[in-house]
């Protein structure tokens, strides 16, 4: 009996590993509940279907012995008593120089006809933050290729900035101009929750052929599933990160946090969290910054990420909670208006409502002082814009 023990000890004998299945109990809605399985929250698994292949899904919560499941992709025929079977718990993602050009879904999964990723890099989904006392700080200008933001809002390398905006006023246009004329290495786009058409739109028209040789987008449509959609603006991050570590200058182009903090929100109420501001829950201004935070300088070796982040503004209400929480974690924020748009002016960016934290130390003392000087005459005129009408 003691050698027994003593073979096990040394691994002599490799004993099978057992794997534990589960089966679905209730779906409600967009989620799955089931039971039987012990799997970590983020981990993924396999609902089998009676016809089909089988329906990958993530863990997104468990209440006791219930655990709760939500697909990465659109899912139907399913049965009451469906195994579900834990597949991976460290999810690896693809990253490289071999995304340059391509478009890829929030997973890795290519959406173009290039074929199959050749040369990608494997890494985890989520890395070790960076100690914030080890980032670089921002002292060089970045070259955004917009004139009113380079001379009055001056944006930096490794800074975070948000683009306020409603509809219709030119933020795709302004987001396609950046992709092609910043002076960045890479330039990583995620499309979260937007129409399917603007996505190819995006691709064809905004980005065209030139700008996209040196980026790489993430697309996760608004009819893909809420994790989806939150895996795409991560995985996005991600993408921008293994860039950084090697030194790159990158620039990572999110549109929309909004539509980030919308999916979050399903996710939230779906699994039971209850809801707060204007129906949000607590999670979704926690994971704001989080994924905010991902941006910015590297540590020691001269890369960057400068995040551009758009903000969708309902009705055109800065006050809204998603941009009200935004504006308190980015470094700066450009907000475009729709009376400028409606008159013809675009970029439409309204300088008395925007902002650039980071302006004062990456620009000469003469420029700011010409920027300030610009911005109060600008005040000033809107002051007196009606007696300016009538002649007065």
Known sequence: MLEYFERVATKQWQLPQLQAEGQVTRVVGITLEARGINAELGSRCLVQRPKGKPAEVEVVGFDGSCTFLMPLHRIDRLRPGARVVPIATDTQVPVGEALLGRVVDGIGVPLDDAGALRGASLVDFFPHPINPLQREPITQQLDVGIRSINAALSIGCGQRMGLFAGSGVGKSVLLGM????????????????????????????????????????????????????????????????????RGKRVLLLFDSLTRYAQAQREIALATGEPPATRGYPPSVFSRLPQLVERAGNGAGNGGSITGLYTVLTEGDDMNDPVADAARAILDGHVVLSRELAAQGIYPAVDLRASVSRAMQQIVSGVQWSMSARLVQLDARYAQSEDLVNVGA
Not at 220 to 238: I, K, N, Q, W
């Open 178 to 245: 950046m992709t092609r004329f910043t002076n960045a290495d890479v330039v990583v786009v995620a499309l979260v929750g937007e129409r399917g058409r603007e996505v190819r739109e995006f691709i064809e028209t905004s980005l065209g052929p030139a700008g996209l040789q040196k980026s790489i987008v993430v697309a996760a449509p608004a009819d893909e599933t809420p994790v989806m959609r939150l895996r795409a603006g991560l995985y996005a991050s991600r993408i921008a990160e293994h860039f950084r570590d």
